[in-house]
C-alpha cells in the first residue's frame, strides 16, 4: 500500500477560512495565513486552498491570499476557485501554487484540462469534482449513467459547479474518466451529500471513482470521526483524506489523525522534528 496522505483544506471566503455544511451555512474558522502555518507546522502532507465563492461570483482568485500562504508554508499547496484561462493558472502557479484545481472550467471547457497539462504537466493539474447522489427506480432504464448500488438504494453521481449551485446532468464517475484521458494528474473528489455533516465520505462514490481512474483520489466531503479517515482509504480506496471541519474546529490533531492511522497498519509519513 503506498503512502497515504492527510491534506487539510482552507475554503476561503472575503478573507477568512470558512467550514459550511453541504456547501452552505459558511462558519468562519479563522485567517488563512495563521491556519496554514499551524497545519504546516503540524505536519500536514498537503494543503488545498478552495476560494469558494470565485466561480459562483464569477472573479478572479484572491491572488494576494495565496502568495502570502506560498510564502510561509514549506508542504505542497494546491489552489483552486475561479481559475477558468490558462492565464489564470499560470498566476497561481507562478504566486507560489504547487497544483491548481478546476471544477467549474474544466466542466464548461473540458480541453482546459489537456491544454493546461501539455502546458504545466499532469503532475500540477487537478480535476475537482462535485457529486451528488440521484437515486433511481430499481426498474428503471438509466440510460448512460452509471449506477451505483448504495445502502440507500441504486443512483448515479451527478456533478454540480459553481460552488455546488447548479446541476449539469454529467456523470461524476464519466467525467471523471474523462478528465484522466484529457491529462489531470488528481481528482479531489468531493461528496455535497457528505460535505461538512461529519457523518463520514461517501463510499461508494468515492470507491466507484477510484476503482475507474488510474489517479490519485483525494477524498472529500464528511470526515468527522477517525474511522472515516480509515474508512475512506481503504473501503473506499481514496490515495489521500482532505479534512476540514474536525481539523479547523480541534475536534481531532494531525499527529492524532497519523497516529491512529498507522496504527490501523496504514502507511502514513509524520514531520520531521
Same mark, same amino acid.
Given at each position: 500500500?503506498?503512502?497515504?496522505?492527510?491534506?487539510?483544506?482552507?475554503?476561503?471566503?472575503?478573507?477568512?477560512?470558512?467550514?459550511?455544511?453541504?456547501?452552505?451555512?459558511?462558519?468562519?474558522?479563522?485567517?488563512?495565513?495563521?491556519?496554514?502555518?499551524?497545519?504546516?507546522?503540524?505536519?500536514?502532507?498537503?494543503?488545498?486552498?478552495?476560494?469558494?465563492?470565485?466561480?459562483?461570483?464569477?472573479?478572479?482568485?484572491?491572488?494576494?491570499?495565496?502568495?502570502?500562504?506560498?510564502?510561509?508554508?514549506?508542504?505542497?499547496?494546491?489552489?483552486?476557485?475561479?481559475?477558468?484561462?490558462?492565464?489564470?493558472?499560470?498566476?497561481?502557479?507562478?504566486?507560489?501554487?504547487?497544483?491548481?484545481?478546476?471544477?467549474?472550467?474544466?466542466?464548461?471547457?473540458?480541453?482546459?484540462?489537456?491544454?493546461?497539462?501539455?502546458?504545466?504537466?499532469?503532475?500540477?493539474?487537478?480535476?475537482? #469534482?462535485?457529486?451528488?447522489? @440521484? &437515486?433511481?427506480?430499481? /426498474?428503471? *432504464?438509466?440510460?448512460? !449513467?452509471?449506477?451505483?448500488?448504495?445502502?440507500?438504494?441504486?443512483?448515479?453521481?451527478?456533478?454540480?459547479?459553481?460552488?455546488?449551485?447548479?446541476?449539469?446532468?454529467?456523470?461524476?464517475?464519466?467525467?471523471?474518466?474523462?478528465?484522466?484521458?484529457?491529462?489531470?494528474?488528481?481528482?479531489?473528489?468531493?461528496?455535497?451529500?457528505?460535505?461538512?455533516?461529519?457523518?463520514?465520505?461517501?463510499?461508494?462514490?468515492?470507491?466507484?471513482?477510484?476503482?475507474?481512474?488510474?489517479?490519485?483520489?483525494?477524498?472529500?466531503?464528511?470526515?468527522?470521526?477517525?474511522?472515516?479517515?480509515?474508512?475512506?482509504?481503504?473501503?473506499?480506496?481514496?490515495?489521500?483524506?482532505?479534512?476540514?471541519? #474536525?481539523?479547523?474546529?480541534? @475536534? &481531532?490533531?494531525?499527529? /492524532?489523525? *497519523?497516529?491512529?492511522? !498507522?496504527?490501523?497498519?496504514?502507511?502514513?509519513?509524520?514531520?520531521?522534528?
Amino acid at each position: 500500500m503506498s503512502v497515504k496522505r492527510i491534506v487539510p483544506c482552507l475554503d476561503f471566503n472575503k478573507g477568512r477560512v470558512v467550514k459550511g455544511v453541504k456547501f452552505v451555512n459558511l462558519r468562519d474558522a479563522g485567517d488563512p495565513v495563521e491556519c496554514a502555518i499551524a497545519y504546516d507546522e503540524a505536519g500536514a502532507d498537503e494543503m488545498v486552498f478552495l476560494d469558494v465563492t470565485a466561480s459562483h461570483e464569477r472573479r478572479g482568485i484572491m491572488k494576494d491570499v495565496v502568495k502570502k500562504i506560498a510564502d510561509v508554508i514549506s508542504i505542497p499547496f494546491t489552489v483552486g476557485g475561479g481559475l477558468h484561462t490558462i492565464d489564470d493558472i499560470n498566476s497561481m502557479l507562478t504566486v507560489g501554487a504547487d497544483k491548481v484545481s478546476m471544477g467549474t472550467a474544466a466542466v464548461n471547457n473540458p480541453n482546459i484540462i489537456k491544454e493546461a497539462s501539455e502546458i504545466f504537466g499532469s503532475q500540477c493539474i487537478v480535476s475537482a #469534482i462535485d457529486g451528488k447522489r @440521484i &437515486y433511481v427506480d430499481p /426498474e428503471s *432504464k438509466p440510460g448512460d !449513467r452509471i449506477i451505483v448500488q448504495t445502502e440507500e438504494g441504486p443512483c448515479w453521481f451527478e456533478v454540480w459547479i459553481y460552488g455546488g449551485r447548479k446541476p449539469t446532468g454529467i456523470d461524476a464517475v464519466k467525467f471523471a474518466k474523462k478528465a484522466e484521458e484529457l491529462g489531470a494528474g488528481e481528482i479531489l473528489l468531493t461528496s455535497m451529500d457528505r460535505d461538512g455533516t461529519q457523518m463520514g465520505y461517501d463510499i461508494p462514490l468515492t470507491r466507484t471513482i477510484s476503482e475507474n481512474v488510474n489517479l490519485p483520489v483525494v477524498a472529500s466531503g464528511g470526515a468527522g470521526t477517525l474511522e472515516h479517515i480509515y474508512e475512506g482509504l481503504t473501503t473506499g480506496k481514496a490515495d489521500a483524506a482532505l479534512i476540514a471541519s #474536525i481539523a479547523h474546529f480541534g @475536534i &481531532y490533531t494531525i499527529s /492524532e489523525i *497519523k497516529e491512529y492511522l !498507522r496504527d490501523k497498519g496504514i502507511p502514513v509519513r509524520f514531520k520531521k522534528e
